[in-house]
């Protein structure tokens, strides 16, 4: 009998050794390396705050006209420069005007921010506020008077 149960316990040893193998073959893994490069985002809006209609029917102080905000997603500096004809032109008429940006003023083209490269994404806004003066001893012509102001952020 003990033999036998030698021969129980040493076949019982192959099989389990055996199974090893078997075992070890169904298994099997794999790696996934997910990576990526987010690019630079910096992004201007401009969103209007009044009827624009009231700063040409008379003369206008620092009337509030909009708003910018500047967002960024890096470190990098950039600034934020504007320009314009500085001048409402209707068909027969002209009425000159003067901006306010943060808390500089502008009757021609220039930067009027500069950041140091810690704004976020949640941006810093500013006022763009008007004035205009039309010549108090002239009629100023019935019409639609309009210009385009392009605000522009470059990266430095």
Known sequence: MKAYRKRLVALSVISVLAWF?????????????????????????????INSSAVVESAAKKVHIATLTARSNCDRRFSLSVSSQWR?????????????????????????FTNDGTI?????????????????????????????????????
Do not use: H, W
């Not at 169904?26 to 969103?47: D, H, K, R, Y």
């Not at 000159?96 to 009027?112: R, V």
């Open 88 to 112: 409402l032109s209707g068909a027969q008429d002209i009425i000159p005007y003067s901006l306010t940006i943060n808390n500089k003023s502008f009757d021609k083209d220039g930067t009027f």
């Open 120 to 156: 976020g994404y949640s941006g810093t806004s500013m006022a763009v506020l008007i004035s205009t003066d039309p010549a108090s001893d002239r009629l100023i012509t019935t019409d639609s008077y309009s210009d385009t102001i392009i605000f522009t952020i470059t990266a430095l």
């Open 21 to 49: 193998p078997l075992a070890a073959a169904n298994t099997a893994s794999a790696t996934l390396v997910v990576s990526g490069t987010v690019p630079q985002s910096i992004s201007l809006t401009a969103s209007r705050s």
